[in-house]
């Protein structure tokens, strides 16, 4: 399991970017996101610019706001800068959820910049995602392993190892009915992590 640390100075412009995708995939601005958070819209800006630091406190505000876990505003660690905001080793990634849960998502794009973001789902046998999820995103998906059967809107498909999906701004839900975990690569446009 990859250590996750805070962040550090030469992190920071993740953290400012990874904040700042957040913040626009839930229609903040600066400044609601700085009244919600009891904090300047100037330090917050700085904290999307890479030019401060936020507290611990500051990180658990944030992540509350923006409805992600904390760990997702945590760094994995990158022993080689040149790789950092490029590269993501296997053993670095963020993870969110836990087998308990009955899903593990993995970050695999190096930060939430750009214009998508890459995770790769492990859904845990007979886990079901009961209430649709509806998401002002275009989302694409690989099934690697499994079988999972996945409802866009009303319509119900059966996706098996090597199909893939596609769909834009519908609901959606889904459960792995099947023995064997189910692997799935997502692609996910604007990033919402």
């Known amino acids: 399991m990859s250590v996750m640390h805070p962040i550090d100075p030469s992190n920071t412009n993740n953290l400012g970017r990874d904040l700042r995708a957040l913040r626009k995939s839930r229609g903040l601005t600066l400044s609601q996101l700085a009244e919600l958070s009891n904090r300047s819209v100037g ?22 706001i923006l409805n992600v876990p904390l760990s997702l505003l945590f760094m994995s660690e990158n022993p080689d800068p040149v790789e950092r905001g490029f590269i993501v080793r296997k053993g670095a990634r963020r993870s969110l959820g836990t087998k308990i849960d009955g899903i593990v998502e993995e970050l695999l794009s190096p930060d939430l910049g750009g214009s998508f973001e890459m995770f790769r789902s492990v859904i845990e046998p007979f886990t079901e995602q009961v209430e649709p999820v509806l998401r002002q995103t275009e989302e694409a998906g690989y099934i690697v392993q499994g079988q999972i059967d996945l409802w866009v809107g009303e319509q119900k498909f059966n996706l098996n190892t090597g199909d893939s999906f596609r769909f834009d701004h519908k609901p959606c839900r889904w459960h792995n009915k099947g023995d064997i975990q189910a692997i799935i690569i997502w692609v996910v446009s604007p990033p919402v992590y």
């Open 43 to 64: 330090f917050i800006s700085q904290i999307e610019r890479g030019i401060s630091d936020p507290s611990i406190n500051d990180l658990r505000s944030l992540a509350k």
